[in-house]
């Protein structure tokens, strides 16, 4: 892996900014800010600064719904299939550009937490980190830490560590005042601007401390997690023809599903006892005499939007 702790300049994700920047694209704008003429279209096309154009860049990249394209040459960047599919091209619409169903910040969290190229502080504490309660001190120097055996270049220095921290937990947290009293008042608008932070997967307790449970997650659409299931074992078996995963590894291994969520071991057993009902035993596992092995039919791997649709044909339908 390589480390990725710089390039949001300390902006967390907001609302908007992913379908901008793939509109902007769809429009034949550009996102590479050492463009200058480039920049300054960008700039009043996105109606943000320079800084915000490099941090909606950064986020889009970052959550795979735009991609680095160097065909011509130089460094470019064009809508990639998860934007478009999400967020929509110049012919067709997205399933849900604005983000208006719960599923989709699902997803956007999924698709920025599962990648082993690139590792940032929100990538390392979803894919690798152990604790359920934590303090932000001993969070930096356990990333710290942990950083130098997984990347292979230079992790930067301790306060390009701190400010990506700072900048994960400012996307995925909502703010209070007075975090530490009982009652806990919302400040502005301002500090709800990230979808993530809808999830609540972490929470500010106040005074540096946060709290990330394992848990059981019922309002995580089954759909999605069918979709990341798929997703993650279509890199589990890519060596092998046996289309089996075994259950401590989607609980466990970096980019599963059971890391990715948050899930409890008992969270990722009702999961998996939902995928087999709603797939119809596409997806099958068993639990017996400690081998817990889950089956997913080959038909799934070709095609594992299919689940997407559904999700968006239930929702949209109502």
Not at 122 to 131: E, I, L, Q
Not at 159 to 186: E, G, V
Not at 219 to 242: C, G, N
């Amino acid at each position: 892996m390589k480390a990725k702790f710089t390039g949001h300049d300390t902006f967390p994700l907001r609302y908007g900014w992913l379908f901008k920047a793939v509109n902007h694209l769809n429009t034949n704008g550009k996102l590479q800010t050492s463009n200058e003429e480039k920049t300054r279209e960008a700039i009043v096309e996105l109606g943000v600064g320079k800084n915000m154009v490099n941090a909606i860049r950064y986020w889009a990249e970052a959550c795979s719904v735009i991609a680095v394209d160097y065909t011509n040459g130089h460094i470019d960047h064009e809508v990639s299939d998860s934007g478009k599919y999400l967020f929509g091209d110049s012919s067709t619409d997205g399933k849900d550009p604005y983000l208006e169903q719960v599923g989709s910040i699902w997803l956007i969290h999924f698709w920025l937490n599962f990648n082993s190229d690139h590792l940032s502080s929100y990538r390392y504490f979803f894919n690798y980190s152990n604790v359920q309660h934590f303090e932000k001190t001993i969070l930096l120097s356990d990333c710290t830490e942990d950083a130098k055996r997984l990347v292979t270049n230079s992790i930067g220095n301790e306060n390009t560590l701190k400010k990506d921290i700072d900048c994960f937990l400012n996307t995925y947290c909502k703010k209070f005042k007075n975090a530490a009293s009982k009652k806990k008042t919302k400040i502005d608008e301002d500090h709800f601007t990230s979808p993530l932070s809808e999830l609540n997967l972490i929470q500010d307790n106040g005074g540096g401390f946060y709290i990330s449970n394992l848990t059981e997650r019922p309002e995580l659409p089954i759909e999605i997690f069918i979709y990341s299931l798929v997703r993650f074992a279509e890199i589990e078996t890519i060596d092998s023809k046996i289309n089996t995963v075994d259950f401590d590894s989607l609980l466990t291994k970096p980019c599963s599903p059971g890391r990715i969520f948050r899930l409890s071991e008992s969270g990722l057993g009702q999961k998996l006892d939902e995928a087999q009902e709603f797939s119809k035993s596409s997806i099958s596992w068993i639990d017996s005499l400690g081998l817990r092995q889950i089956r997913i039919e080959q038909s799934l791997f070709d095609s594992p939007v299919l689940f997407l649709d559904k999700y968006y044909g239930g929702v949209l339908n109502g």
